[in-house]
């Protein structure tokens, strides 16, 4: 079965700081991954995804995310922070036969 | 290219009343077919999910059910709405497209019973 956590429900960053975003998963078959974003009283929006090859990824809007098969990790980062980054992120895995499987949300908060 | 579309956007509804919910995706064939649920502050839960037309699998048992009576249409029903219905509805559709699967999700529905 897979599993997907985010570390922190809540995250705050100041306007310009760096941005992490953490995420664990667990799949018994190499996983897609991929990251959404979810501003208020939106649906979800595709930031990025992992399916094979480079396990550095960019995303729209400047994050990125990295594969570590090794750490089964997925954590999303951007270097600087902006307001309009305020938002709630999920974390999700998908093995191409089952359901996305979601973490439980991040939400980032900015401060200026 | 591929595009969903869900609808409505908001609904209000009291206690005890049907609820149909619709989905319909475009550009691609024989996706699977999926229900999620966001109540507040809480994260997405899978409701039901569709490998095929009338094939339905439950993953929360409730008072919901979904059916898909067309390859790109899945519907989203209740017989009486409780109050515990409340939510925010995301339809989505995944399928092997270039560059590997395509999840994507609708615009949602926000629904809320009173």
């Known amino acids: 079965a897979q599993s997907v956590t985010q570390l922190g429900s809540h995250v705050s960053v100041s306007e310009g700081a760096l941005v992490l975003l953490r995420c664990n998963y667990s799949?018994?078959?190499?996983?897609?991954l991929f990251w959404y974003v979810q501003y208020p009283n939106q649906g979800l929006q595709l930031l990025l995804k992992?399916?094979?090859?480079?396990?550095l990824v960019k995303g729209i809007n400047g994050f990125e995310a990295e594969f570590k098969k090794s750490e089964t990790s997925f954590h999303l980062t951007k270097p600087s922070a902006h307001m309009s980054d305020a938002a709630e992120y999920f974390c999700?895995?998908?093995?191409?036969?089952?359901?996305?499987?979601f973490g439980k949300g991040t939400r980032l908060s900015v401060i200026a | 290219s591929q595009t969903i579309h869900q609808w409505p956007a908001t609904l209000v509804q009291p206690v005890g009343s049907p609820l149909s919910l619709e989905c319909t995706v475009e550009?691609?064939?024989?996706?699977?077919l999926y229900w999620y649920r966001q109540a507040a502050g809480r994260g997405l839960q899978l409701l039901f999910y569709?490998?095929?037309?009338?094939?339905i699998s439950s993953e929360v048992p409730q008072n919901l059910s979904a059916s898909r009576p067309q390859d790109r249409q899945f519907i989203l029903s209740s017989k009486k709405l409780l109050l515990s219905d409340s939510g925010f509805y995301l339809c989505?559709?995944?399928?092997?497209?270039?560059?590997?699967?395509?999840?994507?999700f609708g615009s949602g529905t926000r629904l809320t019973v009173v």
């Open positions: 799949s018994s078959v190499p996983p897609y």
């Open positions: 569709s490998v095929g037309i009338g094939q």
């Open positions: 999700a895995v998908y093995s191409g036969n089952t359901p996305l499987v």
């Open positions: 550009g691609t064939s024989n996706p699977n």
């Open positions: 989505a559709w995944s399928a092997l497209v270039a560059g590997g699967y395509g999840y994507t």
């Open positions: 992992y399916t094979t090859g480079a396990t």
